[in-house]
């Protein structure tokens, strides 16, 4: 199973930008795709975006496109989720998660098995 770790959290004004890291330990690549989710208390898990690890393929949430941009460093075994633009509705824990078998990124929660620890981001106004 891989194993994921979250990091680049914090606080920042509206408006402002944040990268977040997801560290993956694992063969991740060939035909295997990485999430991005974010969850606030009392809520469900929202998909913000993924990636197809082979052919760099994206989705995005209606909400955070052309906001939120996913990428990977295979040299580095890290997928980033640069947050720009953002807004105190963005506010949320962040999670990244790992689907080892897709055709296709997904922003459905139940495709993937594997998670991190979470995130904090908070957007003040």
């Known amino acids: 199973q891989v194993r994921l770790t979250e990091s680049g959290g914090g606080s920042v004004q509206a408006g402002g930008s944040l990268r977040l890291s997801c560290d993956f330990s694992?063969?991740?690549?060939?035909?295997?795709?990485m999430g991005w989710f974010r969850q606030v208390p009392g809520k469900g898990r929202e998909g913000v975006g993924a990636?197809?690890?082979?052919?760099?393929?994206?989705v995005y949430s209606e909400a955070v496109k052309g906001r939120f941009t996913i990428s990977r460093d295979e040299s580095k075994n890290t997928v980033y989720l640069q947050m720009n633009s953002l807004k105190p509705e963005d506010t949320s824990m962040y999670y990244c998660?790992?689907?080892?078998?897709?055709?296709?990124?997904?922003?459905?929660?139940?495709?993937?098995?594997?998670w991190g620890q979470g995130t904090q981001v908070t957007v003040s106004s």
């Open positions: 990636i197809y690890m082979h052919g760099g393929n994206t």
């Open positions: 694992g063969y991740m690549y060939g035909s295997s795709c």
């Open positions: 998660a790992a689907d080892e078998l897709c055709s296709w990124p997904s922003l459905e929660d139940t495709e993937y098995n594997s």
